[in-house]
């Protein structure tokens, strides 16, 4: 019927239908709709023959309209022009013809469209091969498939996404797409309709609400009504919007220092600050405590709420300076007092801080520190500036995996430094610090190509045969810097940190020193060195026992009795306020993975640290570059 009606349509001006050799079509000039022409049955069936004659020359001449559509296509020409093979049977005057012609006609086109809609039904005069499916849209799609594809996307392309069309936009409010973003991206799996919150107390789900008169109280909601929260809105209006902050943070409390770590907590972002275990536990677990955090109380407005002090959460504000720091402020610090005055509150932080009274700490000296740190830190409860820290990258020619560890540090506590490792060095930074070697300040540095082979057990126990060892590698150490500024004053070319570190369990005395610019030296040439490299791992300190020298003092006396191996290292010490720091020769021992050990010998002291068993998420290093220089930012602030 399309091309029936198609035929019976006015002919174009100028225009005529061709037969073969190009004739006009028999029954088909002349004719027009209407009464104003030839009419009646007659002229109907003299109508239709034509139409059906000239249908069938015009499938002689080309087999299949679907066919020449999809041939046209391929050529690169117009359908009026016909197909390269079918040019290359005319001659040059036909070509010249054609191609003089219009590249579109209305009318055949309207008649290979038609002829293409029958043969792909099966009905109608056409016969010839089913054209090709046609090419599917991204639009065409039912929305159960635009769903899924969207919410494969990252969630920062979808409002770019939204702004193609309508649909796309309409789809985009499906709230499967953003929880399954907020779940990949962030680690969301709560359900909106249920309130099960991880961290958070039965006392932050409600709150008591004192009647006066009758001196009764009833409990009272305080947290969001989650049946009306879209997914869509906890994504760009808490996770999205706070993304920057998320990882791990170094407030700016002086020399002390600390440790923040932001997370996605289930539908809240909450900053929790790390806090060592009480001293001398090193072996514990972490301790930690809220100090803020981000929820949404109405639809898309995000609340933040200080949870320092014994009030609870209250409001307080959060200010991203630039892209690796930002500021909390609490808006209302008397919820930080308490009713007691500053001795009340001094009695809960030290039992908080430390586990004890202070009466049951009987060395004045430590009595002073506590107090000194109560007084200094209690003046950031109002605003605090925090500062991005990165965890090390880890090599697989690492003596151990680097990362976070909680060492003893005599008064001062517990205290948590981050080991990394730099070539043929490994580096003990602070993270959190006392009066005396502030946060940010390398306190031990070990020196790996100097390998320490302990006496037997007995001798373990002078002290001064474990310091001769010390001072004899010291000396060693001196004389190899000496050589290698000399030859760094020739020319000679320096190695990559990475690229010449020789592997932990391989002897490390034949490889270059290094001096404390980082200048290559020479090798020591020793045969000692050689004799202690070609030793066996049980005589290079792999389960060799292990015992303090007498006279070293160890705020744990629960150390390993076994370690496997030592080498020789340096501590930093200073006066109070960081006066007069310098690095004092010391002996660095390996126990296992988690657990490793310094003795400083001026101080004859004894450090133990382990490691921080936890996991960090969004605190890894973009590259080793940035790494590095963090750790000169830190180091800087302090100095």
Same mark, same amino acid.
């Given at each position: 019927?399309?091309?029936?009606?198609?035929?019976?349509?006015?002919?174009?001006?100028?225009?005529? #239908?061709?037969?073969?050799?190009?004739?006009?079509?028999?029954?088909?000039?002349?004719?027009?709709?209407?009464?104003?022409?030839?009419?009646?049955?007659?002229?109907?069936?003299?109508?239709?023959?034509?139409?059906?004659?000239?249908?069938?020359?015009?499938?002689?001449? #080309?087999?299949?309209?679907?066919?020449?559509?999809?041939?046209?296509?391929?050529?690169?020409?117009?359908?009026?022009?016909?197909?390269?093979?079918?040019?290359?049977?005319?001659?040059?005057?036909?070509?010249?013809?054609?191609?003089?012609?219009?590249?579109?006609?209305?009318?055949?086109?309207?008649?290979?469209?038609?002829?293409?809609?029958?043969?792909?039904?099966?009905?109608?005069?056409?016969?010839?091969?089913?054209?090709?499916?046609?090419?599917?849209?991204?639009?065409?799609?039912?929305?159960?498939?635009?769903?899924?594809?969207?919410?494969?996307?990252?969630?920062?392309?979808?409002?770019?996404?939204?702004?193609?069309?309508?649909? !796309?936009?309409?789809?985009?409010?499906?709230?499967?797409? #953003?929880?399954?973003?907020?779940?990949?991206?962030?680690?969301?799996?709560?359900?909106?309709?249920?309130?099960?919150?991880?961290?958070?107390?039965?006392?932050?789900?409600?709150?008591?609400?004192?009647?006066?008169?009758?001196?009764?109280?009833?409990?009272?909601?305080?947290?969001?009504?989650?049946?009306?929260?879209?997914?869509?809105?906890?994504?760009?209006?808490?996770?999205?919007?706070?993304? @920057?902050?998320?990882?791990?943070?170094?407030?700016?409390?002086?020399?002390?220092?600390?440790?923040?770590?932001?997370?996605?907590?289930?539908?809240?972002?909450?900053?929790?600050?790390?806090?060592?275990?009480?001293?001398?536990?090193?072996?514990?677990?972490?301790?930690?405590?809220?100090?803020?955090?981000?929820?949404?109380?109405?639809?898309?407005?995000?609340?933040?709420?200080?949870?320092?002090?014994?009030?609870?959460?209250?409001?307080?504000?959060?200010?991203?300076?630039?892209?690796?720091?930002?500021?909390?402020?609490?808006?209302?610090?008397?919820?930080?007092?308490?009713?007691?005055?500053?001795?009340?509150?001094?009695?809960?932080?030290?039992?908080?801080? #430390?586990?004890?009274?202070?009466?049951?700490?009987?060395?004045?000296?430590?009595? =002073?520190?506590?107090?000194?740190?109560?007084?200094?830190?209690?003046?950031?409860?109002?605003?605090?500036?925090?500062?991005?820290?990165?965890?090390?990258?880890?090599?697989?020619?690492?003596?151990?995996?680097?990362?976070?560890?909680?060492?003893?540090?005599?008064? @001062?506590?517990?205290?948590?430094?981050?080991?990394?490792? @730099?070539?043929?060095?490994?580096?003990?930074?602070?993270?959190?610090?006392?009066?005396?070697?502030?946060?940010?300040?390398?306190?031990?540095?070990?020196?790996?190509?100097?390998?320490?082979?302990?006496?037997?057990?007995?001798?373990?126990?002078?002290?001064?045969?474990?310091?001769?060892?010390?001072? =004899?590698?010291?000396?060693?150490?001196?004389?190899?810097?000496?050589?290698?500024?000399?030859?760094?004053?020739?020319?000679?070319?320096?190695?990559?940190?990475?690229?010449?570190?020789?592997?932990?369990?391989?002897?490390?005395?034949?490889?270059?020193?290094?001096?404390?610019?980082?200048?290559?030296?020479?090798?020591?040439?020793?045969?000692?060195?050689?004799?202690?490299?070609? =030793?066996?791992?049980?005589?290079?300190?792999?389960?060799?026992? !292990?015992?303090?020298?007498?006279?070293?003092?160890?705020?744990? =006396?629960?150390?390993?009795?076994?370690?496997?191996?030592? !080498?020789?290292?340096?501590?930093?010490?200073?006066?109070?306020?960081?006066?007069?720091?310098?690095?004092?020769?010391?002996?660095?021992?390996?126990?296992?993975?988690?657990?490793?050990?310094?003795?400083?010998?001026?101080?004859?002291?004894?450090?133990?640290?382990?490691?921080?068993?936890?996991? !960090?998420?969004?605190?890894?290093?973009?590259?080793?570059?940035?790494?590095?220089?963090?750790?000169?930012?830190?180091?800087?602030?302090?100095?």
């Amino acid at each position: 019927m399309a091309t029936a009606r198609g035929l019976r349509g006015r002919r174009p001006a100028g225009r005529g #239908w061709r037969g073969r050799g190009g004739a006009p079509a028999r029954g088909g000039a002349g004719l027009s709709r209407g009464r104003g022409g030839l009419c009646g049955g007659a002229v109907a069936r003299r109508w239709r023959g034509g139409a059906a004659l000239e249908r069938a020359q015009r499938r002689r001449q #080309w087999p299949s309209l679907g066919g020449m559509a999809v041939c046209a296509r391929l050529c690169g020409v117009g359908p009026s022009r016909g197909c390269r093979r079918r040019q290359q049977r005319r001659g040059p005057a036909e070509t010249a013809a054609a191609d003089s012609e219009p590249d579109t006609d209305p009318e055949e086109e309207r008649i290979e469209a038609s002829a293409a809609v029958l043969a792909g039904v099966g009905g109608g005069l056409c016969a010839g091969p089913s054209p090709p499916p046609p090419r599917c849209s991204l639009l065409e799609l039912p929305p159960e498939l635009l769903v899924e594809i969207f919410a494969s996307l990252p969630g920062t392309d979808l409002p770019s996404l939204a702004q193609v069309c309508t649909k !796309f936009r309409r789809i985009l409010h499906t709230d499967t797409i #953003w929880r399954r973003r907020c779940r990949e991206e962030y680690g969301v799996c709560e359900n909106l309709r249920k309130l099960e919150i991880t961290g958070v107390s039965c006392r932050d789900v409600y709150a008591k609400r004192i009647n006066p008169r009758v001196k009764s109280g009833r409990f009272v909601k305080i947290l969001p009504d989650y049946e009306h929260m879209a997914y869509r809105d906890v994504y760009t209006c808490l996770l999205h919007r706070y993304r @920057h902050i998320l990882g791990l943070w170094q407030p700016d409390i002086g020399p002390y220092g600390g440790l923040l770590n932001v997370v996605v907590d289930g539908l809240f972002i909450i900053g929790w600050m790390y806090l060592p275990p009480h001293d001398p536990h090193v072996d514990d677990p972490m301790r930690f405590k809220p100090l803020f955090r981000i929820h949404l109380m109405e639809r898309k407005a995000a609340t933040v709420e200080c949870m320092y002090g014994h009030k609870g959460p209250h409001h307080g504000h959060i200010q991203i300076v630039k892209k690796d720091e930002f500021s909390t402020k609490c808006n209302q610090t008397d919820h930080h007092r308490m009713s007691g005055g500053r001795q009340e509150e001094f009695r809960t932080w030290l039992r908080e801080e #430390w586990g004890r009274t202070l009466e049951d700490i009987f060395h004045e000296h430590m009595q =002073e520190l506590i107090l000194m740190k109560f007084i200094y830190t209690s003046q950031y409860d109002n605003c605090l500036t925090y500062r991005r820290i990165y965890l090390p990258p880890s090599r697989p020619d690492d003596l151990i995996k680097p990362g976070l560890f909680k060492g003893t540090y005599g008064s @001062h506590g517990l205290e948590i430094v981050m080991l990394s490792f @730099h070539g043929r060095r490994a580096r003990g930074t602070k993270i959190t610090g006392d009066p005396n070697i502030p946060a940010g300040q390398q306190t031990v540095e070990i020196d790996l190509r100097h390998r320490i082979q302990l006496p037997d057990l007995e001798n373990q126990r002078n002290f001064n045969e474990l310091s001769r060892l010390v001072l =004899e590698v010291r000396e060693r150490v001196r004389q190899e810097q000496q050589e290698g500024g000399h030859e760094a004053g020739e020319g000679r070319g320096q190695q990559g940190p990475r690229e010449s570190q020789p592997s932990p369990a391989q002897p490390r005395v034949e490889a270059p020193s290094r001096g404390p610019d980082g200048t290559p030296g020479e090798d020591s040439g020793k045969p000692g060195d050689a004799s202690a490299a070609a =030793e066996p791992p049980a005589q290079c300190g792999q389960g060799q026992p !292990f015992v303090l020298p007498v006279g070293v003092s160890s705020r744990n =006396e629960d150390y390993p009795r076994t370690c496997r191996m030592c !080498f020789y290292g340096t501590g930093l010490i200073a006066g109070h306020g960081f006066t007069s720091p310098e690095r004092t020769p010391g002996v660095f021992i390996l126990f296992d993975e988690d657990r490793f050990g310094f003795v400083w010998l001026e101080l004859k002291s004894f450090s133990l640290y382990s490691r921080v068993q936890a996991t !960090f998420r969004n605190a890894d290093a973009p590259s080793p570059q940035a790494f590095d220089e963090m750790l000169k930012n830190i180091q800087s602030l302090t100095s």
